[in-house]
């Protein structure tokens, strides 16, 4: 069991058999009345996101939850197919389920596949991807006194700012957590 006081960003808990992870919390101590923990929190069954509120002393149940290495090999009709490397099983995620993991999910990427209770709930993305530009409009030549930058895609359909002296065809660094370019690999 958990109090809400040592609820933090990431930490996970069940409440009537559902998975949260706390996204935002917050401690409130008001000049009248007793203090409480504000909490903004993701279900992991659903997606969905909620506020709640908990007094200090209260309790809550560590969620515990099982991460199985999965490689990703396709999505078809909304339904992305992820398989175990070792025993070959194969599971299915839909985009709700997947978040903006969508974004950054690359044929045969290895991700962490999240299970509550033995059910696939998210995946967890490495913190840096390599994605090859499938479009970008080319820099104008004089324009990089500025620093500015021009927006690109790559091969997930995902958008982003990179510099003005990437191109088509370029293979770049992406942080997944943030969506930001952070260098073009060679």
Not at 79 to 102: C, H, P, R, W
Not at 112 to 128: A, G
């Amino acid at each position: 069991m958990i109090s809400a006081n040592e609820l933090r960003t990431g930490v996970t808990f069940e409440i009537d058999g559902q998975a949260f992870a706390v996204i935002q919390f917050t401690h409130i101590k008001p000049g009248k009345g007793s203090p409480f923990v504000r909490l903004k929190m993701k279900n992991l069954m659903s997606g969905n996101v909620v506020e709640q509120t908990f007094r200090p002393d209260e309790k809550v149940k560590s969620a515990y939850l099982e991460h199985k290495k999965m490689q990703y090999l396709y999505d078809a009709d909304g339904v992305y197919t992820f398989m175990d490397s070792g025993t070959y099983e194969q599971i299915g995620l839909t985009k709700n389920d997947l978040g903006d993991a969508v974004n950054y999910l690359i044929e045969n990427i290895v991700v962490d596949v999240v299970y509550f209770l033995e059910k696939p709930v998210s995946v967890e993305l490495p913190t840096f991807i390599e994605a090859t530009i499938t479009h970008t409009e080319p820099g104008i030549k004089g324009d990089t006194a500025t620093g500015a930058n021009k927006t690109a895609e790559i091969e997930t359909g995902f958008s982003l700012m990179v510099p003005l002296f990437v191109n088509e065809g370029d293979k770049i660094r992406i942080d997944t957590r943030s969506g930001d370019y952070l260098e073009r690999v060679k």
